[in-house]
């Protein structure tokens, strides 16, 4: 539960970079919209799980796939159904724009096929946890495809998710320049230098590493580039 806890800190300090969180953000229309779709998406998840045990005569992910084809009828036909009572007109866009949206819908499924093999392989709860990644995985591409800076905010709210992530027993490679986050959730850190492994030992030792300090700060402390 600490983990737990860890993690939703850490997401609600991404979603209110600007400024500092307020216990009215949290009650506001979009908030609540967003606890319940969280809410749902948690019941849908032990859901599936239970479903796929009732695919009888096929392996567990073929079990979870064919789940996957149906919610995905499902959902094509709840959507398209709103569309054709609410907003008839907006199909014949939904049609004309189907270039820009079939990678999207690819990529939508490829990723719920993952996530559904993972409720049937393994504790929901788990899965969960784990797919937290996906976080990091857009703070990365913000930064280096999209060039936006990454604030002060965002690296603490990161290290709380990684801290999380090492709470469930997930190992993670971290390869980071940055040093605060390095020093504050790693067990164990590899120094290279010029490709050369220089140092390795718990946070405590690198900072007090002699080889360290002579590689990324020169003997007499001028910071040289690595």
């Given amino acids: 539960?600490?983990?737990?806890l860890v993690g939703v800190v850490g997401v609600l300090m991404l979603a209110s970079p600007d400024r500092r969180l307020r216990p009215a953000d949290v009650i506001q229309p979009a908030a609540l919209c967003g606890l319940a779709a969280?809410?749902?998406?948690?019941?849908?998840?032990?859901?599936?799980?239970?479903?796929t045990r009732h695919v009888?005569?096929?392996?567990?992910?073929?079990?979870a796939l064919v789940v996957l084809a149906l919610v995905q009828v499902?959902?094509?036909?709840?959507?398209?159904?709103?569309?054709?009572?609410?907003?008839?007109?907006?199909?014949?866009?939904?049609?004309?724009?189907?270039?820009l949206t079939l990678p999207v819908g690819l990529l939508s499924s490829l990723?719920?096929?993952?996530?559904?093999?993972?409720?049937?392989?393994?504790p929901v709860a788990l899965v969960r946890t784990v797919g937290q990644v996906e976080v990091i995985f857009t703070l990365g591409f913000s930064r280096f495809y999209l060039k936006e800076a990454v604030r002060a905010q965002e690296i603490a709210a990161l290290c709380a998710l990684l801290n999380r992530l090492k709470d469930e027993g997930l190992g993670i490679l971290l390869i980071?320049?940055?040093?605060?986050?390095?020093?504050?959730?790693?067990?164990?850190?590899?120094?290279?230098?010029?490709?050369?492994?220089?140092?390795e030992g718990t946070p405590h030792d690198i900072r007090n590493d002699a080889n360290v300090i002579e590689a990324y700060l020169g003997s007499h402390g001028t910071e040289t580039s690595r």
């Avoid at 539960?1 to 737990?4: M, N, Q, T």
């Fill in 74 to 99: 499902g959902q094509v036909a709840m959507q398209g159904g709103y569309l054709l009572v609410r907003e008839p007109q907006e199909w014949g866009r939904v049609l004309r724009s189907w270039r």
């Fill in 111 to 122: 990723g719920s096929a993952c996530w559904f093999t993972g409720f049937a392989l393994a």
């Fill in 176 to 199: 980071e320049h940055h040093m605060d986050v390095v020093m504050s959730v790693s067990d164990t850190v590899t120094v290279l230098d010029f490709g050369q492994k220089i140092a």
């Fill in 56 to 63: 009888a005569g096929v392996d567990t992910i073929f079990a």
């Fill in 38 to 51: 969280g809410l749902g998406f948690t019941m849908t998840s032990i859901c599936v799980k239970l479903a």
């Fill in 1 to 4: 539960w600490a983990g737990v």
